[in-house]
């Protein structure tokens, strides 16, 4: 009998019952419980292990290049940003709308770290997310295209519900350049939300793309010193008075 539940948990796909069952049945058996409640342990502790490998390939998959969560952002550091707004975007209320999200401001400033947060917190949910830098989206689409693959590449940025494209306001854009970035959010555009990130300059040369990008937005304009300048400074000032 063991051996034919083990072979049938597996040909299930349920590798967490097939290991745990004959355990949390003699702890059942022993302590009174219930079988339904011992058949929703089983069950809830399947799930769960399902969902931490869930989260775990969503992470590996969306290429951000740190993982930072809203707890670790200094909003002392940075007053221009309102921590009520962005712990809003928390709820990823957001998504539902379809509503974009650009957060502007000089280099330095925590642009890439709330970004980030809200990725996480979307990954979490379980919500696939993307991040890529504006000059290697541009890159890769311009190599598909030569290889004649660049439907199939446009794919990979349109289907994920959360895109977080970094640094746009620094790509100065060619008008071929310009095209390759106008497709992703064309494509993407009152379908799924889509985060930039940039420098506050109006660089982005194709008018459509930027209208698209500030219709239905949420935008945050930050200001402020840059986190390394403010560490540099802080340093010299602790050297000054040693």
């Not at 974009?100 to 990725?119: D, E, M």
Request: aromatic fraction near 10%.
């Amino acid at each position: 009998m063991k051996e034919r539940i083990h072979e049938y948990c597996h040909r299930l796909h349920l590798p967490v019952m097939a290991e745990r069952w004959s355990a949390m049945a003699e702890y059942a058996s022993t302590h009174n419980i219930s079988y339904s409640e011992f058949l929703f342990r089983l069950l809830e502790a399947e799930i769960v292990e399902k969902q931490a490998r869930s989260i775990q390939t969503l992470i590996k998959l969306s290429k951000l290049p740190y993982r930072k969560t809203i707890d670790t952002f200094d909003f002392t550091a940075q007053p221009s940003v309102d921590e009520r707004r962005i712990r809003e975007l928390l709820t990823l209320s957001f998504i539902d709308r379809k509503e974009n999200i650009l957060f502007l401001g000089p280099p330095g400033i925590g642009k890439t770290h709330l970004a980030i947060s809200i990725g996480m917190e979307a990954i979490a949910r379980g919500y696939k997310t993307y991040f890529i830098t504006a000059h290697d989206l541009v890159n890769q689409l311009r190599r598909a295209d030569q290889e004649g693959k660049l439907e199939k590449k446009l794919r990979v940025f349109v289907k994920p519900t959360v895109l977080i494209i970094d640094e746009m306001g620094y790509l100065k854009l060619d008008p071929n350049s310009a095209h390759y970035l106008f497709q992703v959010i064309a494509r993407r555009y009152e379908h799924i939300p889509t985060k930039a990130l940039g420098n506050g300059e109006k660089s982005w040369e194709t008018r459509a793309m930027l209208d698209r990008l500030l219709h239905h937005s949420i935008i945050f304009n930050l200001k402020g010193e840059s986190y390394r300048l403010r560490e540099k400074r802080l340093q010299e000032e602790k050297q000054k008075d040693q």
